[in-house]
């Protein structure tokens, strides 16, 4: 289990992956080669699964966000199996969720504009074997978007 200091690593690495070691020690004032081993023992755990730059979508012409809700007609391990390969190949599903309740499914679906959510549905989605329904839900504006996670 991490320590404060871990904690620490965590949260400024999560908040600007291009810290230095030299940044990360003086901001959570410890020297810079036990920061150094510490952020590599914390990587190697798993607790530091990679590290990304997040881009505008706007800016690269993906204006539409759809939340779409996913049932599947059966529950086979093998069609699961199947669907679940399938989608995750989809570039615009951005986030994929195995949930519970009236879905099976929740994909994160970014794309330019409404044509092109027409299309993911009609040619790709629409395409798998298993899909029993689909429901729709257009994002008109993001109030928080988070990466990472309070620790």
């Known amino acids: 289990m991490p ?7 965590l949260q400024e690495v999560q908040k600007n992956a291009k810290i230095t070691v030299k940044e990360l ?7 810079p080669t036990p920061v150094f081993e510490r952020l ?5 755990d798993g607790y530091i699964l990679g590290y990304h730059a997040r881009l505008d979508g706007k800016k ?3 204006n539409l966000t759809v939340m779409c809700y996913v049932s599947l007609r059966h ?4 069609l699961i199996e199947k669907f679940q390969s399938d989608v995750i190949d989809f570039d615009e599903v951005r986030d994929c969720y195995h949930i519970a309740g009236m879905y099976d499914y929740l994909l994160k679906v ?3 504009d ?16 298993n899909i029993g329904n689909v ?3 257009f994002v008109m504006t993001t109030l928080k978007s988070e990466i990472g996670f309070k620790v």
């Open 114 to 129: 409404m044509d092109a959510y027409q299309q993911f549905v009609s040619k790709k989605l629409a395409s798998l074997d």
């Open 60 to 62: 690269l012409g993906l």
């Open 110 to 112: 970014v794309v330019t």
């Open 25 to 31: 020690s003086e901001t959570i004032n410890l020297s």
């Open 75 to 78: 529950h086979q391990r093998e």
């Open 135 to 137: 429901q729709s839900s």
């Open 40 to 44: 590599k023992k914390l990587e190697k």
């Open 3 to 9: 320590d404060s200091f871990d904690k620490a690593i």
